[in-house]
């Protein structure tokens, strides 16, 4: 940015060099990337900070339960063949650690921001989004966030009349109420694996009726929206009917409906979608999940599941029987304290695979697995974990902050 376009007032440059400081002291303190205190330390000096900084950019916003640290990072890719982003690609994304990222981008013409879903509506406030992608809402965090209708209530107030072009799921009835209210909806068909959130409607309270890849409330007429962009097989097709090829290098269905809302957004941007899907190619891992690692000779791959719907996906993508299978939840601040979401996941999915358990509330975990008759084993940590696994891959399942702990452990 030159001097002379500069929108940051004196006030505004000290609180980014403050938030810069702090963040760094942080990280030197072995503490975290910092980002996070480093943003709220700026805000406390300069409370407009986030729509200062946002001011210059074309801003997408990424809200969903799942999925959007990946779309975020598949999204930021296809843009990047358009002009420079600038993007919270490890996934901080409360107003602080969306303060921290912007505050790195002054050369930007892209900000691609993920944010969480309780902050959707006061983040697109601040930022003047040019579109938002809304991909799913599930039960998540149950002592933290609001239960799901309403947390699409607050989407559905605070984006009325939102100049954002809004490129929503087709196939997730709270999503498309919540988007509903907005002038400017592109709706892609993007596949909902989840559906026990849904099955009252959202409008009216009815029972929502499901035939085939269909839905509508037989009470009220709220209806599954017709979609001109989707998700078919391996392909995105788009508004012109042509279908375009997803290859990437990060597995599963749920991925491949990332993408085809990734292209979707990219496509608003001018980008289009042979150029936005060769991009997401070159995206491997998303802070650290898909990755594989070596530890006691044998290959991990460290994959993050957060809530039932996170589980359900992730128990589609791994491999088969016998190959063993490590899970870890923990039940601190970032993962919400209430466990009670390991009843609504299938573990008998699982059925077939050796599971061993490890985490905080490993013995919470093992009561589950006891009544869907699962095989496992109880260990103390990921190290006796993967020492009770004959050579080869091992699935390694884990929520938001056991997650972080293996990543440390293991060296990722």
């Not at 959007?68 to 420079?84: C, F, V």
């Amino acid at each position: 940015m030159t001097a002379n376009s500069d929108p940051l007032s004196p006030r505004a440059k000290l609180a980014v060099t403050a938030g810069k400081a702090v963040a760094a002291a942080s990280r030197a303190a072995g503490r975290g990337s910092g980002s996070v205190i480093g943003g709220k330390v700026a805000l406390k000096l300069d409370p407009d900070l986030l729509a200062r900084l946002a001011q210059h950019l074309d801003v997408v916003l990424v809200s969903a339960t799942n999925g959007k640290t990946t779309t975020t990072r598949l999204i930021a890719e296809a843009l990047g063949a358009a002009g420079p982003v600038v993007s919270n690609a490890l996934g901080a994304n409360m107003p602080a650690g969306i303060t921290s990222a912007l505050a790195g981008g002054s050369d930007a013409r892209y900000g691609v921001i993920e944010v969480d879903e309780k902050y959707l509506a006061g983040v697109a406030r601040d930022t003047d989004p040019k579109c938002i992608a809304l991909l799913n809402l599930s039960r998540d965090q149950l002592d933290r966030a609001a239960e799901t209708r309403m947390l699409a209530e607050n989407w559905r107030e605070g984006l009325a009349g939102s100049k954002a072009v809004i490129v929503a799921n087709a196939d997730d009835p709270l999503v498309v109420w919540a988007a509903s209210s907005s002038p400017n909806v592109i709706w892609v068909a993007a596949g909902q694996m989840w559906k026990d959130d849904a099955w009252s409607c959202p409008a009216c309270g009815g029972v929502m009726q499901r035939p085939g890849d269909d839905w509508f409330c037989g009470e009220c007429g709220f209806r599954r929206p017709t979609p001109s962009w989707a998700l078919s097989g391996d392909h995105v097709l788009d508004p012109h009917g042509s279908a375009w090829p997803i290859h990437l290098q990060l597995p599963g269905r749920a991925n491949k409906a990332n993408a085809a809302s990734s292209a979707a957004v990219a496509a608003v941007f001018g980008v289009p979608p042979q150029v936005a899907l060769e991009r997401m190619y070159q995206v491997q891992a998303v802070a650290g999940r898909y990755d594989v690692v070596q530890f006691q000779q044998r290959d991990l791959r460290l994959l993050l599941a957060k809530n039932p719907a996170g589980w359900l996906e992730t128990f589609s993508l791994i491999d088969p029987p016998p190959t063993p299978v490590i899970l870890s939840v923990n039940a601190r601040g970032a993962d919400g304290t209430d466990t009670s979401w390991l009843w609504d996941v299938d573990y008998t999915r699982l059925t077939g695979h050796p599971i061993c358990v490890i985490g905080d509330r490993k013995l919470d975990l093992a009561v589950r697995l006891e009544v869907a008759n699962q095989n496992f084993q109880v260990c103390d940590n990921v190290d006796q974990a993967v020492s009770m696994s004959p050579p080869g891959r091992i699935e390694v399942i884990a929520n938001y902050t056991a997650f972080q702990d293996l990543r440390r452990r293991v060296g990722n």
